[in-house]
């Protein structure tokens, strides 16, 4: 069989926790951050981590568990 192919895409995005989780970065946390209440801003800084309905579509974008 071939190797199968990583999605650099999806690379560049996710990254594998320690326990396994994919972590990811939160959009709209860039810029105009004046224009953004404090509550906006404190949630955009807690982690993001894809869900459990998501993963099995990611893991497949990622077939060797990019780090």
Excluded: C, I
Aim: charge should be positive; proline fraction near 6%.
């Amino acid at each position: 069989m071939p190797k199968m192919k990583t999605h650099k895409g999806a690379a560049k995005r996710f990254r594998r926790t320690a326990r396994g989780k994919w972590k990811f970065a939160h959009a709209y946390n860039n810029h105009y951050f004046e224009r953004k209440s404090p509550a906006q801003k404190r949630r955009l800084e807690r982690p993001a981590y894809v869900d459990s309905a998501d993963r099995k579509r990611v893991e497949r974008l990622l077939p060797y568990g990019e780090k």
